[in-house]
């Protein structure tokens, strides 16, 4: 068996690589959508609730391969109509792998808004006011009071839409990405031992999420507002 895996192992493992890339890239987008989400569903007006809340709504009740596929046809194709009906531009063709990366930051963007809001609501508002009568900036009440709790009670939501989103890069295949799926699917097919190959790429998928599951577990001890659990 390692004779027959040996000959595409390179090509497993750049594939892998932009599995990895596409999934840290996607993640860092998440957490921005995320943050801006929960800041705007705690402290905007009515309209910017009403904004998130239709957002999240959407992104939660989608199949995640129906927005893959809406975002990098449907994108592409809406993009160059616009263009041939303003003359703006001419044919753009949207990348796989940033369409990707939009794609998922967009759809775990939604599950990160509830995880932010959920631990911005689970600090105790008399810390704030404490902090606001002891005359504290804005800036230094955030880092000093919010930022910290808030990571603290937000750690353990992030860390399972981390090793979710991890195996939904997966999704990326579909639309052309040569990523480790794509890939091993493709050595696959060359060899007729698809099973091996999909084996292969079930591994490395293990592999990197029990990696991230300990990093996941230092953080939250690190981190983590109970001292028992550090």
């Known amino acids: 068996m390692l004779d027959l895996v040996e000959p595409y192992l390179p090509l497993i493992l750049s594939g892998t690589l932009v599995t990895i890339s596409v999934a840290i890239l996607s993640l860092s987008g998440s957490l921005l959508i995320g943050l801006a989400g ?81 631990a911005a609501l689970a600090i105790p508002k008399g810390q704030i006011e404490a902090g606001l009568a002891f005359g504290l900036s804005r800036r230094r009440l955030f880092t000093r009071i919010i930022w910290p709790q808030l990571l603290g009670y937000a750690l353990p939501g992030i860390g399972n839409n981390w090793q979710i989103l991890m195996k939904t890069t997966a999704l990326v295949s579909v639309i052309g990405l040569q990523d480790m799926v794509f890939n091993s699917f493709q050595a696959g097919r ?19 999420t029990m990696i991230l599951g300990f990093v996941i577990h230092a953080l939250t001890r690190r981190y983590s507002l109970d001292p028992a659990a550090r």
């Open 38 to 118: 929960a800041f705007l569903s705690l402290a905007g007006n009515d309209f910017s609730r009403r904004i998130v809340t239709v957002y999240t709504t959407l992104i939660r009740g989608i199949p995640d391969l129906v927005l893959m596929l809406l975002f990098y046809f449907g994108g592409q194709m809406l993009l160059n109509n616009l263009g041939a009906a303003t003359g703006l531009w001419d044919y753009v063709e949207i990348s796989a792998f940033g369409a990707g990366i939009v794609t998922i930051a967009v759809i775990f963007g939604g599950y990160m808004v509830e995880t932010f809001r959920g």
């Open 190 to 208: 060359a060899t007729r031992h698809m099973f091996v190959f999909m084996g292969v790429a079930m591994c490395l998928y293990l592999v990197i």
